[in-house]
């Protein structure tokens, strides 16, 4: 397939691209906690290709563990110059740390952890400038080999946080042995939620997330709100107590420039 060999060829160069995403602590004004890189890639001639869809071709042509070795790469050198740009006082505000995606063929791979202490650490980085996001179902697939490496990585200051909860193979018994700290509610979720109407609270949407943030303060865990798009799902989800949100509310994913100027305007 050429688009296979034209992804590859883009990755060896550097060419995918990484945008990022606040996530944020509610209020006036919106404190900015960290930021979601997300990957993005623009062929050549086709344009802008959906990350899932290229992320699906990246899976089936053994490139997931390059694609997620480079957007880490990017994400610190660009999480470095924006704390650069902050003790120079060119930048008012600066994200705290930088969350990445990871699959679980990544995870699982030979040399992960050493890998990414390296890419941190050339950037002159700590692991504590890091969140892993990992889904559920990337777990479930190899527990005790994703296990061990999580463990090692958050043993050395790195946050685990498990993406799109509540979608894959959502267990208790396995949760309470996972080296995680943040559960991140699926959108699917916020997508239903409405305020209550005549003392009646909102319905199933409401009910299942709620049984989220009380499962995630059962545990220890910090609770991140996804897909917050409007101002009624906002004042639900920070009612049920979720401390961070990320979505179309409060910004779209944004490439470095447009980010920076967000982080200059003051959130
Ligand atoms: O913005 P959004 O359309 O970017 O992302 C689509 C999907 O792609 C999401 O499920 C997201 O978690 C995943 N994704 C985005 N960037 C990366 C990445 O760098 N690595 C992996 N493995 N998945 C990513
Ligand atoms: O699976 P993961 O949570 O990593 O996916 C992130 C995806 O969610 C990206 O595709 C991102 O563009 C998308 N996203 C982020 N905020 C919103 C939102 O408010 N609404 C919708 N529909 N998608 C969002
Ligand atoms: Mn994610
Ligand atoms: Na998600």
Same mark, same amino acid.
């Given at each position: 397939?050429?688009? @296979? ?11 995918? %691209? ?10 006036? +004004?919106?404190? /900015? ?6 990957? =993005?890639?623009?062929? +050549? ?6 990350? %899932?869809?290229?992320?699906?071709? &990246?899976?089936?042509?053994?490139? /997931? ?5 480079? /957007? ?6 660009? $999480? ?14 600066? +994200?705290?740390?930088? &969350? @990445?995606? /990871? ?28 969140? $892993? ?26 946050? @685990?946080?498990? %993406? ?7 267990s208790l018994a396995y949760l309470k042995d996972l080296p995680v700290d943040h559960l991140k509610v699926d959108r699917s979720f916020v997508r239903d939620l409405r305020t209550a109407v005549d003392g009646v609270q909102g319905g199933p949407a409401r009910a299942v997330a709620a049984a989220v943030v009380s499962l995630a303060r059962t545990l220890g865990l910090g609770i991140v ?5 409007? $101002? ?19 910004? =779209? +994913?944004?490439?470095?420039? &447009?980010?920076?100027?967000?982080? =200059?305007?003051?959130?």
């Amino acid at each position: 397939l050429r688009l @296979v060999a034209d992804l590859r060829e883009a990755l060896s160069r550097g060419a995918v %691209d990484v945008h990022y995403q606040p996530i944020v602590r509610p209020g006036r +004004p919106a404190q /900015v906690l960290s930021l979601e890189a997300l990957c =993005r890639w623009t062929h +050549p001639e086709l344009g802008a290709i959906p990350p %899932d869809t290229f992320i699906e071709l &990246a899976e089936r042509a053994n490139l /997931v563990p390059a694609l997620d070795a480079h /957007v880490l790469a990017v994400a610190c050198r660009d $999480l470095a110059t924006w704390r650069a740009a902050h003790a120079a006082g060119d930048l008012p505000l600066t +994200p705290t740390h930088v &969350a @990445v995606n /990871v699959s679980a063929v990544s995870l699982a791979a030979e040399g992960f952890a050493a890998g990414v202490r390296r890419t941190v650490a050339g950037a002159g980085l700590q692991l504590s400038d890091l969140c $892993l996001e990992v889904t559920e179902t990337a777990l479930a697939s190899d527990l005790r080999a994703c296990r061990t490496v999580l463990e090692e990585l958050r043993r050395d200051g790195a946050r @685990v946080a498990i %993406d799109d909860f509540g979608t894959g193979y959502s267990s208790l018994a396995y949760l309470k042995d996972l080296p995680v700290d943040h559960l991140k509610v699926d959108r699917s979720f916020v997508r239903d939620l409405r305020t209550a109407v005549d003392g009646v609270q909102g319905g199933p949407a409401r009910a299942v997330a709620a049984a989220v943030v009380s499962l995630a303060r059962t545990l220890g865990l910090g609770i991140v709100a996804e897909g917050v798009e409007t $101002l009624e799902q906002d004042a639900v989800v920070r009612d049920l107590g979720c401390e961070a949100v990320q979505g179309w509310l409060y910004s =779209r +994913p944004l490439p470095r420039e &447009a980010l920076a100027e967000l982080l =200059r305007g003051g959130g």
